[in-house]
T-cell receptor, first 112, second 111 residues
């Protein structure tokens, strides 16, 4: 049972382009939606997170867009750089950062 | 900085062996987690613990057990390793309302 569905599974973007990764969830009780970034040989690390009381959160080149009625949220990476090449996971949870449910992951490659 | 360490980066075991994966965190976090990561499946929760000697099953606990005798240490045990347990295993820790901090992972191969 996959409560958070992530797409695409892999994505190739040219340097300077916009990378977009989408996630959809089923459980309306989720109230915390983080994105994690994982480089090869490393564990995932928190990139940015949003709660459902706002529709957008921006941190530098990274933006989360949140659509509560559609039960969808997405990560946008503006001006994508080769250093952004990594695997990205969306996640969702109830009551803060305990017990996260992760999406399937997206392997992002930024071509120079 | 929070540090979560895992005892091995790479491990090769034979089918039927008992396997121990160790995780240690240095930030006095109450909650600790074990996940397995497989391509196309994301991270799936095996077990988690919210206090010493407390544990709860995650989504895929079959074939695994855990032990938490000290707050900083959380062990994952494969009682009798099987080839379908070949995977990347990730440990994480957190306190309530904060992000999860992950270790670097242990890539386990069962032959």
């Amino acid at each position: 049972q996959q409560q958070v569905k992530q797409s695409p599974q892999s994505l190739i973007v040219q340097k300077g382009g916009i990378s977009i990764i989408n996630c959809a969830y089923e459980n309306t009780a989720f109230d915390y939606f983080p994105w994690y970034q994982q480089f090869p040989g490393k564990g995932p690390a928190l990139l940015i997170a949003i709660r459902p009381d706002v529709s957008e959160k921006k941190e530098g080149r990274f933006t989360i867009s949140f659509n509560k009625s559609a039960k969808q949220f997405s990560l946008h990476i503006m001006d994508s750089q080769p250093g952004d090449s990594a695997t990205y996971f969306c996640a969702a949870s109830i009551q803060g950062a305990q017990k996260l449910v992760f999406g399937q992951g997206t392997r992002l490659t930024i071509n120079p | 900085d929070v540090k979560v360490t895992q005892s091995s980066r790479y491990l090769v075991k034979r089918t039927g062996e008992k396997v121990f994966l160790e995780c240690v965190q240095d930030m006095d976090h109450e909650n600790m987690f074990w996940y397995r990561q497989d391509p196309g499946l994301g991270l799936r929760l095996i077990y988690f613990s919210y206090d010493v000697k407390m544990k709860e099953k995650g989504d895929i606990p079959e074939g695994y057990s855990v032990s938490r005798e000290k707050k900083e240490r959380f062990s994952l045990i494969l009682e009798s390793a099987s080839t379908n347990q070949t995977s990347m295993y990730l440990c994480a820790s957190t306190i309530v309302g904060r992000e999860q901090y992950f270790g670097p992972g242990t890539r386990l191969t069962v032959t």
